[in-house]
């Protein structure tokens, strides 16, 4: 995990733990990202980790998830990535509640995917009225 990445995770601990202790339930926790292509503004999505080591632990973990919290595509995709190499990193920050703003247009979307690589700043909160 490259150290931008590391940093955004600590903000998004550190901001959370506040939330926390401010009374609230530190799920509801929003950032701004700033990019080259403008603002993008959403909460972290927590996404439920995939352990198996055969296909039939796999079909377990799918199994338990479909009763319990439902498939995740984004926890599938994760699974996917690190499935032959649990070692690699990646720099993608789940985000859901988003709102994207360019020069040009704004739209929302229930989740989105943003590299860390294209995060030029943020700011923890909602700007994007």
Known sequence: MDSKKKYIKALEIASSTI???????????YFTYFTSFGKVQGKIKKIDE???????????????M?????????SLAEY?????????????????????????????SNTFVLFADQVVGIIPGKIIV
């Open 19 to 29: 939330d926390e202790a401010n009374g609230n339930n530190g799920e509801d926790v």
């Open 50 to 64: 995939i352990v198996a080591e055969s296909d039939v632990d796999f079909r377990a973990e799918l199994e338990k």
């Open 66 to 74: 479909i009763k319990t919290s439902g498939l995740n595509t984004y």
């Open 80 to 108: 996917a990535f690190k499935k032959d190499d649990k070692s690699l990193q990646h720099s993608a920050i789940y985000l859901e509640d988003v709102v994207i703003d360019t020069d040009k247009e704004r739209f929302n």
